[in-house]
Nanobody, 121 residues
Framework: QLQLVESGGGLVQPGGSLRLSCAAS????????IGWFRQAPWKEREGVLC????????NYTDSVKGRFTISRDNAKNTVYLQMNDLKREETAVYYC??????????????WGQGTQVTVSS
């Protein structure tokens, strides 16, 4: 069993930056691949980025390349999503999710409760 708690969401102007955190707790938390997903109102959930236990990074969407980065601190069992140059259309609830092992497939096992990111002037 793994528990995930996201934080760091909020209101930001277009072009601004935010850093989201995903704190994992539970046995062997460091052995899970962790991904970030987002869901905008009336849209399907979309994968953003994923990071394996050994910090291999996978882009689920090309739309964030060059602007978003994912990292992890295994000592703190925390994964970060640094988001730069945010766009209005990226307003969404952002979720982190995890699956055991190195594979960043999108069918994750555990999900956090989500954190709201609103991009607006």
């Amino acid at each position: 069993q793994l528990q995930l708690v996201e934080s760091g969401g909020g209101l930001v102007q277009p072009g601004g930056s935010l850093r989201l955190s995903c704190a994992a707790s539970g046995k062997n938390a460091g052995y899970y691949a962790i991904g970030w997903f987002r869901q905008a109102p009336w849209k399907e959930r979309e994968g953003v980025l994923c990071i394996s236990p050994v910090s291999t990074r996978i882009n689920y969407t090309d739309s964030v390349k060059g602007r978003f980065t994912i990292s992890r601190d295994n000592a703190k069992n925390t994964v970060y999503l640094q988001m730069n140059d945010l766009k209005r259309e990226e307003t969404a609830v952002y979720y982190c999710a995890a699956r055991f092992g190195a594979d960043c497939q999108t069918d994750m096992t555990y999900w956090g409760q989500g954190t709201q990111v609103t991009v607006s002037s």
